[in-house]
């Protein structure tokens, strides 16, 4: 199993370009979860998906920022355009229902 | 809805044990989670309690839970700098499907 692959792991943009953060979920694995870190927030759940399905978008901040899951196999987090206070790790989760979940080794985007 | 809380730092000597608190307010919880973040990777489980258990021991690890005062404790034995780290607490509700996670607290060990 090579769990949660998130791509790409670095990313520096300018501030106004788009950005999108790639996710693909351990196989079988029915919820997906974005979550974004910072030093100042902690660990903010973003959104999170069931069967592919956005189940709850209520921690997404704003309409600059959009996540899609075309297939069970992968997701995506699109920011468009970028700022510079979105610069934090964004970490991608999967789990099984009541189960624990497996993040990704995330992706490090500075906004310049 | 839940909340949980952890102290942000640590400071043990090489050798010593380190306890990492952790507290919760939902007294419906069932799976109790501690994870393991290294610097510059993701969150990785270290282990888990269900809630109705008030202890679990893996190798140096210790999960100790007093559901009666809301609270969690991970301990590490004979601590290395091997185990340097950010520790984050998780806890899931009854009836919730995503755990609401701790803000942290950053072990670490001397030499």
């Known amino acids: 199993d090579a769990g949660v692959i998130q791509s790409p792991r670095h990313e520096v943009t300018e501030m106004g370009q788009e950005v999108t953060l790639r996710c693909k979920p351990i196989s079988g694995h029915d919820y997906l979860f974005w979550y974004r870190q910072t030093m100042m927030r902690g660990l903010e759940l973003l959104i999170y998906f069931n069967n592919n399905v956005p189940i709850d978008d209520s921690g997404m901040p704003e309409d600059r920022f959009s996540a899609k899951m075309p297939n069970a196999s992968f997701s995506t987090l699109k920011i468009q355009p970028s700022e510079p206070r979105d610069s934090a790790v964004y970490f991608c989760?999967?789990?099984?229902?009541?189960?624990?979940?497996?993040f990704g080794n995330g992706t490090r985007l500075t906004v310049t | 809805g839940e909340d949980v809380e952890q102290s942000l730092f640590l400071s043990v000597r090489e050798g010593d044990s380190s306890v990492i608190n952790c507290t919760y307010t939902?007294?419906?919880?069932?799976?109790l989670y501690w994870y393991k973040q290294e610097p510059g990777a993701g969150l990785q489980l270290l282990t888990y309690i269900f809630s109705n258990m008030d202890m679990k021991q893996d190798q140096r690890l210790t999960v100790l839970l007093n559901k009666k005062d809301k609270h969690l404790s991970l301990r590490i034995a004979d601590t290395q700098t091997g185990d340097s780290a950010i520790y984050f607490c998780?806890?899931?509700?009854?009836?919730?499907?995503?755990?609401?996670f701790g803000r942290g607290t950053s072990l670490i060990v001397h030499p």
């Open positions: 939902d007294s419906s919880s069932t799976y």
């Open positions: 998780a806890v899931l509700s009854g009836g919730s499907y995503i755990p609401t």
């Open positions: 989760a999967s789990s099984l229902y009541n189960s624990p979940l497996h």
